[in-house]
T-cell receptor, first 115, second 114 residues
Framework: DVKVTQSSRYLVKRTGEKVFLECVQD?????MFWYRQDPGLGLRLIYF???????EKGDIPEGYSVSREKKERFSLILESASTNQTSMYLC??????????????FGPGTRLLVL | GEDVEQSLFLSVREGDSSVINCTYT??????LYWYKQEPGAGLQLLTY?????DMKQDQRLTVLLNKKDKHLSLRIADTQTGDSAIYFC??????????????FGKGTKLSVKP
């Protein structure tokens, strides 16, 4: 079974703090993704990566950065957390396009509260 | 444009069938997916359908695809309280080669009343 883990289920930070969200997958997937999920807005893609040291901006990259130093790990960084970044953050991984398109496997999510 | 639309809420009684509908706008979508998110958890792939199919059945789940109308539906037979969750429709857009993206709808929250 594919396993995608995220470092924290719940996180409380203060405005202006630097925040690291870690995601690890154990299936040697090339692709990794960070989404945020907000009520009424669904999932919005922040950043994704197709390979080590590669990153691509998603739909809402502002205020975030990412790091992919190893294939299995994809980190999301909030350089200076703000209250509007309070959200549920979901990490996902996938293989490149296969006979089933691109099935993404999700982690359990990190619920971040910025005070 | 890239947009996936689905209604936000659906309420059914236990034992009834649930039908969750989704429309998408890009006719070049090759794969369409249904994901389930239980409370406090991440998304879990339920099923997917390739664009050259019009129906796929997997136990209590039936997916119907009307490519002409760009309409996808998920039918859950004999709905149980454990089916209460948010269901996301998603389309895969291939931009060429191995580049592509999954576009998600906003999710339909299914509530099952005992």
């Amino acid at each position: 079974d594919v396993k995608v883990t995220q470092s924290s289920r719940y996180l409380v930070k203060r405005t202006g703090e630097k925040v690291f969200l870690e995601c690890v997958q154990d299936m040697d997937h090339e692709n990794m993704f960070w989404y945020r999920q907000d009520p009424g807005l669904g999932l919005r893609l922040i950043y994704f990566s197709y390979d080590v040291k590669m990153k691509e901006k998603g739909d809402i990259p502002e205020g975030y950065s990412v790091s992919r130093e190893k294939k299995e790990r994809f980190s999301l960084i909030l350089e200076s957390a703000s209250t509007n970044q309070t959200s549920m953050y979901l990490c996902a991984s996938s293989l490149p396009v296969t006979g089933a398109g691109e099935t993404q496997y999700f982690g359990p999510g990190t619920r971040l509260l910025v005070l | 444009g890239e947009d996936v639309e689905q209604s936000l809420f659906l309420s059914v009684r236990e034992g009834d069938s649930s039908v969750i509908n989704c429309t998408y706008t890009d006719s070049s979508s090759t794969y369409l997916y249904w994901y389930k998110q239980e409370p406090g958890a991440g998304l879990q792939l339920l099923t997917y359908i390739f664009s050259n199919m019009d129906m796929k059945q997997d136990q209590r789940l039936t997916v119907l695809l009307n490519k002409k109308d760009k309409h996808l539906s998920l039918r859950i037979a004999d709905t149980q309280t454990g089916d209460s969750a948010i269901y996301f429709c998603a389309e895969y857009l291939n931009y060429g080669g191995s580049q592509g993206n999954l576009i998600f709808g906003k999710g339909t929250k299914l509530s099952v009343k005992p």
